[in-house]
């Protein structure tokens, strides 16, 4: 079975600053989707970013970009120029790019704080 | 435009009441979804279907039941509520063309903050 890991249940940055937020996945498929998903205290679900597996292109959306390492099962998240916004707390997700399903995997979550 | 409306937001139950959550999408949607978020930690699929009259069991599915009569309404329901049914739940939706593998506007809803005592 698939699976999600975040080891950073707590993450700090000052404003303007840069963070990297850690996700590592298992599985055995080669056709799948990553994607990270900001969490504010609205409880609201935001989708930050999306990467498709047979892309080798890191993908990118303004001030955050993904490292994404395919045969390491990595696939970490960079936020540049942090925002006091971007306080929250963000879910590394997999899904299997064959599966008649579109369920979703979700890692533990990693809480950002923002400093100004 | 609505998206996914989930009702209510809150609802505090007594341990063995029953009550159904409430979602529904306006985006024609054919895949619909229910999650739940327990403190501090990620999403769990429930429950999900794949179009009208078909649904079936996801990663947690004890406790719960659901139908799928319309394309837009994917109701929830918990029988007997217990103290560990105390959760954050997620309605989704997506749209996945058939014989594509590709999903489409995935959107999830408010949620819903249970709590049973």
């Known amino acids: 079975a698939q699976t999600v890991t975040q080891s950073q249940p707590e993450m700090s940055v000052q404003e303007a600053e840069t963070v990297t937020l850690s996700c590592t996945y298992d599985?055995?498929?080669?056709?799948?989707?990553l994607f990270w998903y900001k969490q504010p205290p609205s409880r609201q679900m935001i989708l930050v970013i999306r990467?498709?597996?047979?892309?080798?292109q890191n993908a990118t959306e303004n001030r955050f970009s993904v490292n994404f390492q395919k045969a390491a099962k990595s696939f970490s998240l960079k936020i540049s120029d942090s925002q006091l916004g971007d306080a929250a707390m963000y879910f590394c997700?997999?899904?299997?790019?064959?599966?008649?399903?579109?369920?979703?995997?979700f890692g533990q979550g990693t809480t950002l704080q923002v400093k100004p | 435009n609505a998206g996914v409306t989930q009702t209510p937001k809150f609802r505090i139950l007594k341990i063995g009441q029953s009550m159904t959550l409430q979602c529904a999408q306006d985006?024609?949607?054919?895949?619909m979804y229910w999650y739940r978020q327990d403190p501090g930690m990620g999403l769990k699929l429930i429950y999900y279907?794949?179009?009208?009259?078909?649904?079936d069991k996801g990663e947690v599915p004890n406790g719960y039941n659901v139908s799928r009569s319309t394309t837009e309404d994917f109701p929830l329901r918990l029988e007997l509520a217990a103290p560990s049914q105390t959760s954050v739940y997620f309605c989704?939706?997506?749209?996945?063309?058939?014989?594509?593998?590709?999903?489409?506007?995935?959107?999830f809803g408010s949620g819903t903050r249970l709590t049973v005592v």
């Open positions: 989704a939706s997506s749209y996945r063309d058939r014989g594509r593998v590709n999903h489409y506007g995935y959107t």
């Open positions: 599985t055995s498929e080669s056709d799948y989707y």
């Open positions: 990467q498709e597996a047979y892309k080798q």
């Open positions: 997700a997999y899904r299997e790019g064959s599966s008649n399903t579109g369920k979703l995997i």
């Open positions: 985006m024609n949607h054919n895949y």
């Open positions: 279907s794949v179009g009208a009259g078909i649904t």
